[in-house]
């Protein structure tokens, strides 16, 4: 089994730019988490989906932050415009529904100049 | 919600010592506490966990125990390894749902 598969690993881009970030789930697996960490919050929740359907977007910080999963292997997470507070390191995680365990992605590092 | 606290924040102990990590939570309806293990620029593993109706769990070097009367959890790291020198993140499940609260992490330290 590959794990949860996210791209791209590292992105730079300028503020006011749109970033997406891509996660690819464990095969099986029907549910999804975006997390986002850094060192002054730690890890937070953003959103998680159960069978492609978002359960719980409290933790995604303000509207220019969007997910979506059009599928159970492939979900988005959107920023549009970026900002430099949203420099950070972005994880997906998936397990199963009904389940607890999460297996995190390797993780993109977003830097926003 | 569920408030998860982790202590010490950072441990340094001597290769071959033990290192006990806590973890107190505050939602009594919590009935699932993983621990995690994060190396500097990698993914968070899940390295073990505890169901509420358990009060003990060992996998070799290290073991997790569980009071839920006293809302608290922790990890022993017996016979400590440079290797064993990473962040360590608790988390408690919310509720019926299978979302996870973190603690902030405890950076451990093995000295060699």
């Known amino acids: 089994d590959a794990g949860v598969i996210q791209s791209p690993r590292h992105e730079v881009t300028e503020m006011g730019q749109e970033v997406t970030l891509r996660c690819k789930p464990i095969s099986g697996h029907n549910s999804l988490f975006w997390y986002r960490q850094t060192m002054m919050r730690g890890l937070e929740l953003l959103i998680y989906?159960?069978?492609?359907?978002?359960?719980?977007d409290s933790g995604m910080p303000e509207d220019r932050f969007s997910a979506k999963m059009p599928n159970a292997s492939f979900s988005t997470l959107k920023i549009q415009p970026s900002e430099p507070r949203d420099s950070a390191v972005y994880f997906c995680?998936?397990?199963?529904?009904?389940?607890?365990?999460?297996?995190f992605g390797p993780g993109t590092r977003l830097t926003v100049l | 919600g569920e408030n998860v606290e982790q202590h010490p924040s950072t441990l340094s102990v001597q290769e071959g010592d033990s290192a006990v990590i806590k973890c107190t939570y505050s939602d009594s309806a919590s009935n699932y506490f993983p621990w995690y293990k994060q190396e500097l620029g990698k993914r968070p593993q899940l390295i073990i966990d505890?169901?509420?109706?358990?009060g003990e769990k060992k996998d070799q070097r290290i073991a997790v125990t569980l009071n839920k009367t006293a809302k608290h959890f922790s990890l022993h790291i017996t016979e400590t390894q440079p290797e064993d020198s990473a962040v360590y993140f608790c988390?408690?499940?919310?509720?019926?749902?299978?979302?996870?609260?973190f603690g902030k992490g405890n950076q451990v330290v093995v000295i060699p």
């Open positions: 989906f159960n069978n492609n359907v978002p359960i719980d």
């Open positions: 995680a998936s397990g199963l529904a009904g389940g607890n365990e999460q297996f």
């Open positions: 505890i169901r509420s109706n358990v």
């Open positions: 988390a408690a499940s919310l509720g019926g749902n299978n979302r996870l609260a």
